[in-house]
């Protein structure tokens, strides 16, 4: 009978893999266009070219299903990081909120600027007045209401410029290079210096990448029981900036192997190119380049905020796909689609 | 024109998933025993009624398919862990390779003893001892060659009583339960005190779990530049410990949602099975008990390793499912399939 049992499985599952290969094959024969919001030109061909050659199983650079690993910065590459960092507006909106509970912040430093309105100034004392927000704001909560915390913002939350919702201000080509991929068997990952448990909310609904595959930076967390219920409490600590070096030890760290294609945006995810370009086989590397201030912001070898100096040498000098944002995106974010 | 391809795009996802659904319903409808190695009782019926009801889209209890997590401890819970954890049998053997190298083991413990073949003195220095032992032996290498090593080990070291190479001594029923949580849209993932660089060289082949969904114990490790080559060199600095109140705490870091089932065999698998169960909606914990010394061993409230007391009297308490090894498994290993 188990003989019987495990013979019909198999045949189920071998029908299974016949129709899905087939099912591919058909999708793949289609000239549909995978890109349409990107212009024909160098950067759209290199994607296409690249994703051709590791699908094509007669072809010496093709790559099985399972370690296609694509890595995607996520500030100012996914989504736009002007005039500053998303994550940072978040910030500031919870110190306004929380400021009733903490009287004390009315004379203290960052805080007191904030609530003034000054953003300028409060940043002035560099990463430790953001080291100082962020433990503010992002500690002290269990998970769960963290998680509450952000999805309510960003419900509400808008954009000082555009007015649109944050999660409006992503980067519809880009959407389309994910689902690109993801239709070609690519396991698509989020490896951004932005907070892991900021990400994770919204991302699976955003970007179609869910939560294990969002690779972040974080703080540090605590398991307790609260009577019968146990809770994960976030501690006002670091526990991994996933950030520069950081960005190929989050990788090793949550994924466990090199990815073979890594998109970026700045100085911050130019060792995550090279670690993934070292690898054997083909590779590809993609730098967003921000060269569009009418549509979207023009900026890098002397921005503050995703500064692209280094990393734009090294993609010219290796021959890395570097997007012209003008030239070659035809939209910018999904709500200007005609 | 991008109309047309958009439209043509939108039916052919339409048509694969239609055509997926219907395989799936046609899989699902055969009267196959997804679990042949287990004994009918309460424990094979407990798995599959959860299985039934969390994937019945008609049920109270259906979860969607992104949300059907199932985390595996591994150590006693996938693979053997006696007459001591396979990963130091590991250690062990790396500190006579090292050997060679190390002149001044000879007079310094915990390798002094070890080289003298006594591991019970060796491990005399309790924790701090194993420590030094496991830093020894896992760190001061590249992420790529430690990968090497356990790769050359498992395929050359034998277990001392059952004669087997290691990745034999897993668990027959268990790999069912894995393969028929996949079928019905499950994700597998491990969270094992284990070292996590140790595990994933094998458990994408041994258990089809990949290496990003293994979440372990780890130690730090450094990017660095060697030439032109970036590497990941492997630190002797404890990372984290995923163990007890770190599995929670691993299971968010790397998976970022709560597991609807988890499965353990330790007191070390307590706070994970809390975790789990503590979610909304349909739950489903596991204790594997070690309770056949003839086939396997036999062990649980005394043991040193994989020690079983709280664990139990809560799983006894809370009706979480306990597998009785004797009785509910028809064979143990799969090298003894008939």
Avoid at 23 to 34: E, G, K
Avoid at 169 to 192: C, G, H, W
Avoid at 194 to 221: H, L
Avoid at 276 to 297: K, S
């Amino acid at each position: 009978m188990k003989q019987v049992s495990i013979t019909v499985q198999k045949f189920s599952f071998a029908l299974l893999g016949f129709t899905l290969l087939g099912l591919a094959q058909l999708a793949s024969a289609q000239s549909v266009d995978p890109l349409p919001s990107w212009n024909e030109g160098k950067s759209k061909q290199a994607i296409i070219q690249f994703v051709a050659k590791v699908t094509n199983e007669g072809s010496a650079d093709f790559v099985p299903p399972a370690e296609r690993i694509a890595t995607f910065d996520n500030d100012g590459c996914l989504w736009s990081e002007q005039p500053m960092y998303f994550q940072l507006f978040f910030a500031i909106d919870r110190v306004k909120a929380l400021a009733p509970q903490h009287p004390e912040w009315k004379e203290q430093e960052p805080f007191a600027s904030l609530l003034k309105g000054d953003v300028k100034a409060a940043l002035a004392g560099g990463e430790h007045a953001i080291l100082e927000i962020v433990m503010a704001t992002h500690a002290g909560m269990t998970t769960e209401e963290f998680e509450l915390i952000v999805k309510e913002w960003l419900a509400t939350a808008k954009h000082p410029t555009t007015k649109r919702h944050f999660t409006e201000m992503v980067f519809q080509p880009m959407l389309e290079v994910l689902t690109y991929l993801r239709a070609n068997d690519f396991k698509t990952f989020i490896v951004s210096g932005g907070g892991i448990e900021f990400m994770r909310p919204w991302t699976e609904a955003v970007y179609g990448i869910p939560p294990e595959q969002v690779v972040g930076s974080s703080i540090k967390t605590q398991f307790e029981m609260r009577g019968d219920k146990p809770v994960l409490v976030r501690l006002p600590e670091l526990s991994f900036i996933d950030d520069k070096e950081g960005k190929p030890v989050g990788i090793n760290s949550h994924i466990g192997r090199r990815p073979i294609a890594a998109f970026g945006n700045s100085d911050g995810d130019l060792q995550m190119l090279q670690w993934t370009t070292a690898g054997e086989g083909a590779r590809f590397a993609l730098y967003v380049h921000h060269t569009d201030a009418e549509r979207e912001w023009a900026y890098d070898r002397d921005s503050h905020i995703g500064r692209l100096d280094k990393g734009l040498d090294e993609a010219v000098e290796k021959g890395w796909t570097v997007v012209d944002m003008t030239q070659d995106w035809e939209v910018i974010y999904p709500y200007q689609m005609k």
